[in-house]
Every structure is written in structure tokens, then in C-alpha cells.
């Protein structure tokens, strides 16, 4: 049971379902606000030297000057609409997906489930997220990518609701759900380990004499999760990026899907471009994990003394 409402634990199932669905995207949407600089300079990055052209940035750091000197400060914010509006759609369901199917496997007697439900949880939110995002994702990635192209080229989306109508109206419905197979693919991968990684090591570090559930334990299980996610996600993300900008030239798609794109990059750039933009990846997604949970920790910590 819990101590009183002035403890820093909310144990599983003290915060309503619905509530978890609430916390869990106003959590994604409060941390992208302090990252989408980092996921542009990532989409960039995965962009550059597409189909064995030359590279347009060397380094993160030189992706990152480049940008700004060519578009702006604010330029780094490009897409920021998108990304919000994913985190409200993706971020809503997956979360309060993966913390329902967590509160349903605790017992009684306050037992943890195993790290094969957890990752298996997380496999299962994502997949779910991703399915509703997925039109969110295309804009942001198209709205990231926008600035690299000349002028002519550059599809000028306004903002995300202008994105979703023009990519409705100019290429179907069905558009804004193309990539939507390496979405859900990698989104399955990210939160099996981003969710079940930090839900392990956050019972392992409350385990162990050193730690309580105060934000120094949220920072360190966030931290372990961002690098797992990070490393092991990266090659469905190039995948997912690719497949979601590419263009359709005389009806004929760049990439026939992801396995194509994978397989493309591997062939013309070499087995390891699988992690090109790693650094501003793992700088993006280590910070974004770490603000997430610290988030959503201190969310649900407000809810249960506010309204529970």
C-alpha cells in the first residue's frame, strides 16, 4: 500500500487506466519540446548520402551548424507541430497500453512481472502506437527532411494539419500510412526495450540497498534504457526514415520496402551506415528516455496526490 500522499512511489495500478493514457502522452509531449532539435539533425543525418550520393554532412556537430546556418535557429524547430501531434497520438496509446498490460500481470502481493512480460508488453504498446501514429510519423519525417532539398523540390507543409490534408489530397489516404510496416516493426523494438529495460532495471536498482523510487533512480533506469533502445533500434529507424521520405518517380516507389531499403543501404554504403547518425540517434532518444520517465514519474507522483 502506499505511505501517504506525500511519497515519491505510486505503486502499479494506484493511477486510473485512463489516466495513464493522459500522463503517458502529455509526458512524451513535455520531453520531445527539449529534443526535436536532435531528432532533425537524426533524420538529416539518415537522409545524407541516400542511394550512395555524396554525404551532405560529415559529423552530427556539422550537420547541426550547417542547418542552422542555413535555416535558422528556429529552423532546428522545424517539424516541432508533428512532433507533438505524435507524441499526443503514439505516445497516448502506447504508453497507457503498456502500463495497463503491466497493472494486469503485478499480483496481489505487489509481484513484479517477468522481464519476458515486460518486453513483451512493450512489443505489443508499440506495435499499437505505431498504428495510430504512423500518419504523425510521416509528417514529422517529411517536415525534418524538408529543408535539405532545393526550393524547388521542398514541400513547404505549414504545419502538421497541413501536412496530414495535402498528403490526403495530393497522394490518397493511403500515404500517410506508407512505411507503416518498418514503423510498427521498430516501434515493436524500440519499446520492447525501452519500456521493458527501464521497468527491469528500475526493480533491480529498488532492489538493492542504494536506491529509492526518487528521480535519481528514474535518471540511472532511464539512462540504461535510452543506450539499450538506442543500439538496438537503429537499423528498423534508417529503415522506417527512408521508406517515409522517399518520393514516387514515374509511378515507381524509390524502395519496394524496408528489407529493400536495409538491403540498398548495405549494398552502396556499407554495413554500417545501418547505424549512420548514431550519435545525434542515441543523443536524441538517450535524452528524450531520460525526460520521458522523469516526466511521467513526477505525472503520476502530481495525479495520485491531486486526484487519487
Not at 68 to 83: Q, V
Not at 119 to 144: K, N
Not at 267 to 290: C, D, H, M, N, Q
Request: aromatic share 10%; charged share 15%.
Amino acid at each position: 500500500m502506499m505511505e501517504g500522499k506525500n511519497s515519491t512511489h505510486v505503486q502499479a495500478g494506484s493511477v486510473p487506466k485512463g489516466a495513464n493514457f493522459l500522463l503517458g502522452g502529455l509526458a512524451g509531449m513535455s520531453a520531445i519540446v527539449f529534443v526535436q532539435p536532435l531528432d532533425l539533425v537524426k533524420n538529416r543525418m539518415q537522409l545524407s548520402g541516400e542511394g550512395g550520393a555524396g554525404r551532405e554532412h560529415k559529423t552530427s556537430l556539422h550537420a547541426l551548424v550547417k542547418i542552422t546556418r542555413n535555416e535558422g535557429i528556429l529552423g532546428l524547430y522545424n517539424g516541432l507541430s508533428a512532433g507533438l501531434f505524435r507524441q499526443a497520438t503514439y505516445g497516448t496509446v502506447r504508453m497507457g497500453i503498456y502500463q495497463s498490460l503491466y497493472d494486469h500481470s503485478t499480483s496481489e502481493d505487489g509481484t513484479h512481472p517477468s522481464a519476458a512480460k515486460k518486453f513483451l508488453a512493450g512489443v505489443f504498446a508499440g506495435a499499437c502506437g505505431a498504428l495510430v501514429g504512423t500518419p504523425a510519423e510521416v509528417s514529422l519525417i517529411r517536415m525534418t527532411a524538408d529543408g535539405r532539398l532545393p526550393p524547388e523540390k521542398q514541400r513547404g507543409y505549414k504545419n502538421v494539419f497541413n501536412a496530414l490534408v495535402r498528403i490526403t489530397g495530393e497522394e490518397g489516404v493511403g500515404a500517410l500510412w506508407r512505411g507503416c510496416g518498418p514503423t510498427v516493426v521498430r516501434a515493436m523494438v524500440v519499446n520492447g526495450a525501452e519500456l521493458g529495460t527501464y521497468s527491469q532495471a528500475k526493480q533491480f536498482l529498488l532492489e538493492t540497498a542504494y536506491f529509492q523510487d526518487n528521480i535519481t533512480c528514474h535518471f540511472v533506469a532511464s539512462t540504461l534504457s535510452g543506450f539499450v533502445t538506442a543500439v538496438v533500434s537503429m537499423p528498423a529507424d534508417i529503415a522506417k526514415t527512408r521508406v517515409q521520405n522517399m518520393r514516387t518517380i514515374n509511378g515507381v516507389p524509390e524502395y519496394s520496402g524496408a528489407i529493400d531499403v536495409l538491403r540498398t543501404a548495405i549494398r552502396k554504403e556499407g554495413f554500417f551506415s545501418l547505424w549512420k547518425g548514431f550519435t545525434p540517434y542515441l543523443a536524441r532518444i538517450g535524452p528524450y528516455t531520460v525526460l520521458f520517465f522523469i516526466f511521467l514519474e513526477q505525472y503520476k507522483i502530481l495525479y495520485y496526490k491531486n486526484f487519487c
